[in-house]
């Protein structure tokens, strides 16, 4: 599973990595609306909130969709600026049935989201979900929905109030101390870039990000994602944000109509190796076994032989094989010859992981 951007004849040059104010602070207030994603954040975090006035609290919490579980597509600007102020005045010359439209994707549905919907401001049906959805997560959400499809221009205005807002009262001071790391990132992915080529730029970004090409000549770029998604790039463009709030999530817009943009988090090898989404799924499927749960509980104390394996649980060699063949494509086992013996042992660091490979896949 993964999304994927066709980039065949993209210009080198088009394809940038900038940061955007904007998208920092969509990250900062989804770290605000949801700490328990951002264990690193804690201190940010829990100072930021105890600091925040009740009523620009109460805001944050109508419009905390566009940031909570799903990203608005306009909170990840494909031509970053310098300031927020000129991020959203750009977003203040977007189209009302774009806007809306973007603001009011609460879901990112995987059935929807990678076709596309018509606008809620021109559709009844798009109107309906929108409504049902925000519903669905309180009455002041739900009114909140109600104010922007009946007066758009007004909730926009609202919406960039609240993002000024949130600069006075803490973003502000944040994005001056981070800004310097964030264009440091990014001047260092475009000389890797420029010197190195697109797929070292992408993989020091992040390890979820890779090159694939084709017999045709075709050009993709990978981002190893818990969705199924394509778009492309072809006669546009494609940005990259660094983010040092957007740990551990890697955001791809892919919806169409919209320049792809990626945002990816900075220093991520940091915490750890990341893991592809195809080894967190070969691994659960492999511990998911009550034969394999078994005869990992042998292979967490020592190292053993098919032989004794078959012998302690009754099974044949054969089958003892099969299990162990799975474990071990999985990357859960190691291996160690003795003799005319090859003996299987529980990899400790690669099992220890796998609940925080599984929360970092599906967070991802």
Same mark, same amino acid.
């Given at each position: 599973?993964?999304?994927?951007?066709?980039?065949?004849?993209?210009?080198?040059?088009?394809?940038?990595?900038? *940061? !955007? +104010? &904007?998208?920092?602070?969509?990250?900062?207030?989804? /770290? #605000?609306?949801?700490? =328990?994603h951002?264990?690193?954040?804690?201190?940010?975090?829990?100072?930021?909130?105890?600091?925040?006035?009740p009523?620009?609290?109460?805001?944050?919490?109508?419009?905390?969709?566009?940031?909570?579980?799903?990203?608005?597509?306009?909170?990840?600007?494909?031509?970053?600026?310098?300031?927020?102020?000129?991020?959203?005045d750009?977003?203040?010359r977007?189209?009302?049935?774009?806007?809306?439209g973007?603001?009011?994707?609460?879901?990112?549905?995987?059935?929807?989201y990678?076709?596309?919907? *018509? !606008? +809620? &401001?021109?559709?009844?049906?798009?109107?309906?979900? /929108? #409504?049902?959805?925000a =519903?669905?997560?309180g009455?002041?959400?739900?009114?909140?929905?109600?104010?922007?499809?009946?007066?758009?221009t007004?909730?926009?205005?609202?919406?960039?109030?609240?993002?000024?807002?949130?600069?006075?009262?803490?973003?502000?001071?944040?994005?001056?101390?981070?800004?310097?790391?964030?264009?440091?990132?990014?001047?260092?992915?475009?000389?890797?870039?420029?010197?190195?080529?697109?797929?070292?730029?992408?993989?020091?970004?992040?390890p979820?990000?890779?090159?694939?090409?084709?017999?045709?000549?075709?050009r993709?770029?990978?981002?190893?994602?818990?969705?199924?998604?394509?778009?492309?790039?072809?006669?546009?463009?494609?940005?990259?944000?660094?983010?040092?709030f957007?740990?551990?999530h890697?955001?791809?817009?892919?919806?169409?109509?919209?320049?792809?943009?990626?945002?990816?988090?900075?220093?991520?090898?940091?915490?750890?190796?990341?893991?592809?989404?195809?080894?967190?799924?070969?691994?659960l499927?492999?511990?998911?076994?009550?034969?394999?749960?078994?005869?990992?509980?042998?292979?967490?104390?020592?190292?053993?032989?098919?032989?004794?394996?078959?012998?302690?649980?009754?099974?044949?060699?054969?089958?003892?094989?099969?299990?162990?063949?799975?474990?071990?494509?999985?990357?859960?086992?190691?291996?160690?010859?003795?003799?005319?013996?090859?003996?299987?042992?529980?990899?400790?660091?690669?099992?220890?992981?796998?609940?925080s490979?599984?929360?970092?896949?599906?967070?991802?």
């Amino acid at each position: 599973m993964s999304v994927t951007i066709d980039i065949t004849g993209l210009p080198p040059e088009r394809i940038t990595f900038c *940061p !955007s +104010p &904007l998208a920092e602070l969509a990250n900062a207030l989804h /770290a #605000l609306a949801e700490p =328990a994603h951002h264990a690193r954040l804690h201190a940010w975090t829990t100072a930021t909130s105890a600091a925040l006035k009740p009523e620009l609290a109460d805001r944050l919490l109508e419009a905390d969709f566009m940031w909570r579980s799903t990203r608005s597509d306009f909170l990840m600007p494909a031509q970053p600026r310098e300031t927020l102020a000129e991020e959203l005045d750009d977003l203040d010359r977007m189209d009302d049935e774009t806007f809306v439209g973007a603001a009011l994707e609460i879901s990112c549905s995987t059935n929807h989201y990678p076709k596309g919907l *018509p !606008s +809620p &401001l021109v559709d009844a049906w798009s109107r309906r979900r /929108a #409504l049902d959805l925000a =519903a669905a997560r309180g009455p002041r959400q739900a009114a909140f929905v109600e104010r922007m499809l009946a007066d758009p221009t007004a909730t926009r205005a609202w919406i960039r109030r609240l993002m000024e807002d949130c600069e006075d009262a803490f973003f502000g001071d944040t994005w001056r101390r981070v800004r310097v790391q964030l264009a440091a990132d990014a001047r260092h992915k475009t000389e890797l870039l420029r010197r190195k080529g697109l797929a070292e730029a992408l993989t020091a970004a992040s390890p979820a990000l890779s090159v694939e090409e084709d017999e045709h000549g075709g050009r993709r770029i990978v981002v190893d994602k818990l969705v199924m998604g394509r778009t492309e790039a072809r006669g546009s463009a494609v940005t990259l944000l660094p983010s040092v709030f957007g740990w551990p999530h890697l955001f791809a817009l892919y919806a169409p109509g919209w320049q792809p943009v990626i945002q990816y988090p900075v220093a991520a090898q940091e915490v750890g190796g990341t893991e592809s989404v195809e080894t967190v799924r070969l691994r659960l499927e492999a511990l998911a076994h009550p034969m394999r749960m078994s005869l990992c509980r042998n292979l967490s104390r020592s190292a053993y032989s098919t032989s004794e394996l078959a012998d302690a649980y009754g099974i044949t060699a054969p089958e003892v094989s099969r299990h162990l063949s799975l474990l071990k494509k999985a990357g859960l086992l190691t291996t160690q010859r003795r003799g005319r013996y090859v003996l299987h042992q529980l990899d400790f660091s690669a099992v220890a992981r796998l609940g925080s490979d599984f929360l970092e896949s599906v967070l991802r």
